[in-house]
């Protein structure tokens, strides 16, 4: 998802998948929230200008972006303020629908 040459940056890449597992993130759960057209592309400005997340990015925001989303505590705003146009609910839809999705493509294959 982050786009790096895996033969160049394999130690530091080794090493947050590890700490990722270690946390209990799966690299469906990368997929979900960092994958294309997923929450972060949808909800972070940088994804939003097409930008592909860092290390340190998926570090920092997989728990957020896995967590079901708090209504916006902006009575009678049009828009949150980070600018997202998506409701919540729709958006939880979503990550459980690719959730769905990844479990049947890896039944499919015979992936446990």
Do not use: C
Request: charged share 35%; hydrophobic share 35%; no cysteine.
């Amino acid at each position: 998802v982050t786009g790096r040459d895996l033969k160049l940056n394999y130690g530091r890449m080794a090493r947050e998948a590890k700490d990722l597992h270690t946390a209990g993130y799966s690299a469906d759960d990368v997929l979900l929230a960092f994958g294309d057209a997923g929450p972060w592309y949808q909800r972070d400005w940088r994804g939003q200008r097409g930008e592909r997340p860092s290390l340190g990015v998926i570090r920092d925001q997989i728990k957020d972006l896995l967590s079901p989303i708090a209504p916006p505590a902006w009575p009678g705003h049009p828009k949150p303020p980070n600018g997202r146009d998506r409701s919540p609910d729709a958006l939880d839809q979503e990550i459980e629908r690719r959730r769905k999705r990844i479990a049947a493509e890896k039944a499919a294959k015979g992936i446990a």
